[in-house]
T-cell receptor, first 110, second 114 residues
Framework: QKEVEQNSGPLSVPEGAIASLNCTYSDRVSQSFFWYRQYSGKSPELIMSIYSNGDKEDGRFTAQLNKASQYVSLLIRDSQPSDSATYLCAVKRNTDKLIFGTGTRLQVFP | DTGVSQDPRHKITKRGQNVTFRCDPISEHNRLYWYRQTLGQGPEFLTYFQNEAQLEKSRLLSDRFSAERPKGSFSTLEIQRTEQGDSAMYLC????????????FGPGTRLTVL
């Protein structure tokens, strides 16, 4: 079992729709959770961090964390073609290294 | 406020050669991380420093890899006797140990071993 699992996609959504990206993790001691966006050929760029159960909103983005079920999700409202990228879920346990999933490729079509 | 910088951005080398990459973190960040990313995969942790101390090193890091951060500022990652399997994007990130633990990534160094 991989430590952090994501569906590789692609997830295709029309412009203006809500994109829902999911991530599950295996280790219950995971403490911090991050979503990064990565455009092709570029480095990861932080979108959201979340540390406690519930929702956290930032503009069009909402991160949701459920530690009991060991999943974290990212919702993108009013999706734009510029949101087309790979979204990486990362978790941190009791050390400082990030453990990444393989990423979900999102395609937003006009 | 400058971000994390890495040099070079691209490196093409022949198998068996040594290569060295440099990372300059965000100025007030005392933690520095190296990751490696291959096509279709997420970044994999290699090693990290707090100031000049190397605190953790992945088992992925063979003896051919060495990293330093001699003055607690910039860091270098050296790969000796490169192999084709070393071809990847090498990413550097930095963070503080105060408040948020967010890691900010540099642009990466893309290594191609022929």
């Amino acid at each position: 079992q991989k430590e952090v699992e994501q569906n590789s996609g692609p997830l295709s959504v029309p412009e203006g729709a809500i994109a829902s990206l999911n991530c599950t993790y295996s280790d219950r001691v995971s403490q911090s959770f991050f979503w990064y966006r990565q455009y092709s050929g570029k480095s990861p760029e932080l979108i959201m961090s979340i540390y406690s159960n519930g929702d956290k909103e930032d503009g069009r983005f909402t991160a949701q964390l459920n530690k009991a079920s060991q999943y974290v999700s990212l919702l993108i409202r009013d999706s734009q073609p510029s949101d087309s990228a790979t979204y990486l879920c990362a978790v941190k346990r009791n050390t400082d290294k990030l453990i990444f999933g393989t990423g979900t490729r999102l395609q937003v079509f006009p | 406020d400058t971000g994390v910088s890495q040099d070079p951005r691209h490196k093409i080398t022949k198998r068996g050669q040594n290569v060295t990459f440099r990372c300059d973190p965000i100025s007030e960040h005392n933690r520095l991380y190296w990751y490696r990313q291959t096509l279709g995969q997420g970044p994999e942790f290699l090693t990290y420093f707090q100031n000049e101390a190397q605190l953790e090193k992945s088992r992925l890091l063979s003896d051919r890899f060495s990293a330093e951060r001699p003055k607690g500022s910039f860091s270098t990652l050296e790969i000796q006797r490169t192999e084709q399997g070393d071809s990847a994007m090498y990413l550097c990130a930095s963070s503080t140990n105060r408040g948020t633990d967010t890691q900010y990534f540099g642009p990466g160094t893309r290594l191609t071993v022929l």
